[in-house]
């Protein structure tokens, strides 16, 4: 399963509680480096994959429309 991983506030999306929790870019580099390298191999390991995506401090509330 990837990661979804928002850079700008460095938070990453933690299934298991089903929210957005700290994760600094320092410790995402290294398993997207990894990921790198299992692609470079022509590896498919697809749970390894970060994708970055727009986390919840990114959107405004539900209750507030964006104009």
């Known amino acids: 399963m990837p990661l979804l991983y928002c850079k700008p506030h460095e938070r990453a999306f933690d299934r298991e509680h089903n929210s957005w929790v700290h994760f600094p ?14 692609r470079s191999g022509q590896i498919e390991c697809p749970e390894y994959e970060v994708v970055e ?11 507030e429309k964006a104009e």
């Not at 580099?29 to 390298?37: K, S």
């Not at 727009?54 to 509330?61: G, I, L, M």
Request: glycine fraction near 0%; hydrophobic fraction near 25%.
């Open 25 to 38: 870019r320092k410790d995402i580099r290294p398993l997207h480096e990894f990921y790198t390298w299992l």
């Open 53 to 63: 995506v727009s986390c919840d401090q990114c959107r405004p509330p539900s209750h």
